[in-house]
Structure formats: structure tokens, C-alpha cells
């Protein structure tokens, strides 16, 4: 079964000329880039039965050299899987040639995030799923610290890393994330001192661009939900861990270093606003049950209007409202509908404490916590 409940049929496996395997099975098409010598093949299994953690990076070559640089230099052993989003840059051969142990899944055309990261979570061998994006560059320390943090208690489902600008290593990128009943998500500490974040603490959710997941609990609740294709996605997901009663926590000591902005090339952009304003929909509308929607109301026009005169001064506001209704028809169509997290009883304590976090994160956002 799929992450999402939905069975995958297991591709058929031939051999390439270029030495990798790829699936026959159309709609599906992926290859494993290991060198093709079985002796290596097989040492990479083996490794992976004792490693705590695999990373797995969305591809891009750009800035993938100092990414795996880092990597390889970390105090635990890792493995790692770089999937390949339909790239045109050479940069599947250029791993192969590089870094013969890095294992590749590649797609014929770009599938999004989620369904990049979700091929390679259900491929990994290990406990834990550290998410990477490509344009950053981790501290030796981070993965020990990331492991010995996730350990401390089984109810935790991911610990973010902190995040810091690689143009300016003294500020944060992202601590965390909080999410308010305005139905903006906000990166806690974006801009400020890194030096003001460094006691670990519950966050809503994690930025999936560097952060660990408990792979169990990823099987438990499901995996990254694959409408979003990309934005929010992580706050999705670390939502529904809260459903399930689960923890979503930050580790300051483990420092990712992020060049930022390097998929979509800019902090605002059509793709990103259309997307990103689809999913804000969508996530309400898949998480939270009717009673909820209707509490938060009043906050969400407040909130959706705010947004919708920022990005008019910016002239995307005809593109925020695009979004917003495409995030509409998503929603009530049959696959919206599909994915929405069903109410249980049992989970009600687990609404309540979230309902409170959406409330006190309207402050905490208003703060610029």
C-alpha cells in the first residue's frame, strides 16, 4: 500500500544501457543509479540494516556537491537517496560519477515534492528519514544531534534542524514553523539572531527541507499528501501528527545551512503564490472537522483578506485569488474528498490542544516570534 492508502503496483525493473535500472510500468518511470556492480549493491543494503537515518534530497545540481560534501562528513553513518525530478541538467550521471554511493530514483518528469520525498521515504532502510533540500549544507554535528533528539521520546514524529541563511550564517532561515487560526503558516525566527534560538521546544511543524522523521509513524499516519505537488505540504503533515497525537519538535543545536530559494528561484513567484494559496485551502479543509472550520472562520476571511492586499501590492493578487479557488475546487472534488483526515472521537483532546495552538499562534505571528 501506498503512503496514502492507495496500492502501487511495483514497477517492472530492466537493465539501462547507462548501467542504472528503470520501470517499465508507464506512469511510474524511476531508476536506482547505483553502479550496477552487485558487490556494491549489496554492501549499501547491508549498511543500511545498522544506520539510523537515510537522507533523502529532491534533485538539483546547482548546489548539490557542497550539499553532499556536508553530507559525507557527518559524525554517523548515513545513507542517502537523491530522487531525480525529471532533471535536464546531467546531473544524474554527474552523481553517478561523483558519488557512486549515493542511491538515484529518477522520473521521466518533474512529479512535485511530495512525490519525489514519498518514493524515496518508502526506499530508505532505516528508523529514520531526515529530509534535505539540495541547496544546503549541514553541520558535521547535525545528524548525531537529530538521532539523539528524536530517541528522547517515542511520541516525537520529526525534529527540524535550524535553519540558517548561507549568505548570513548569523540569522535564521526557519526554527520551526507555527501555524495560526488566520490560516498562515510562519517560519519562527525568519531574519533574526540565531543566537536568540537555541533551547529545543514543540513546534507546529517542520520545514521538510531539513528535518527527521520517525519513518513508523510516517507509515502510521500517512505520508506527504501528494495533491499539495509542492507549499505547505510540510505544515500538512506535521498537523496530522498532532491528529494522531504526536510531537513535532526543534533541535537548534543541529544547524543546516540554506542558500534559500533554490527550486523556484525567488521568495515570491506565480508558481509559488498559486500553489502556496491553493494548499492553504486545502490543508484547512482536509484537517480540520466542520465545528473547527466554523470557529475559525471569522479569523480566516481576516486573514485571507490580509493576504489577499499584500499580494495586490505586490500585482499577484489576481494569482492569490486563483489559487485560493483552485484550492476550493481541489477540496470539494473527489480527490480532496479522499484525503480528508476522518474525525474520531478519540482524537478530540488532540482538536482541542491544536485549537488552542492556532489561537495563541495569532499572537505569536502578530509578535514575529
Known sequence: MGF?????????????????????QAGDPRSEALPCADGKHRKHEEQNRWMKTTVVI?????FL???????????????VIVVDNGSADGSV?????????????CFSENKGFCTAVNTGIEAAATPYVFLLNND????????????RAMEADEKIFSVGAKMLSMKEPELVDTAGDLYSAFGWAYAIGKGRPSSNYTAP?????NCAGAALYRKAHLEQIGGFDELHFAYLEDVDIGYRAQIFGLKNVTEPAAVVYHAGSGSTG??????????????????????????????????????????????CKKRMGKLYLKGLAAGLKRSVGTAGRQHKVPFRWHHLGNYVKIQWQLYFNVFRILMKS
Open 93 to 105: 550521471s554527474w552523481i553517478q560519477e561523483h558519488f557512486p554511493q549515493v542511491k538515484l530514483i
Open 65 to 79: 556537491q557542497d550539499c553532499l560534501d556536508s553530507l559525507f562528513q557527518s559524525t554517523v553513518e548515513i545513507a
Open 58 to 62: 529532491p534533485n538539483g545540481k546547482h
Open 201 to 205: 521546544k514543540r513546534v507546529f511543524s
Open 266 to 311: 525567488s521568495r515570491y513567484n506565480a508558481f509559488k503564490v498559486t500553489h502556496s494559496s491553493r494548499n492553504n485551502i486545502y490543508l484547512i479543509y482536509k484537517n480540520m472537522p466542520l465545528l473547527q472550520c466554523i470557529l475559525n472562520l471569522p479569523f480566516f476571511l481576516l486573514g485571507f483578506g490580509i493576504k489577499f492586499l499584500f499580494f
Open 4 to 24: 496514502y492508502g492507495i496500492r502501487r503496483r511495483k514497477p517492472q525493473i530492466e537493465r539501462t544501457a547507462a548501467g542504472g535500472f528503470v520501470a517499465a
Open 136 to 147: 544546503t549544507k549541514t553541520d558535521r554535528f547535525c545528524l548525531e544531534r537529530l538521532e
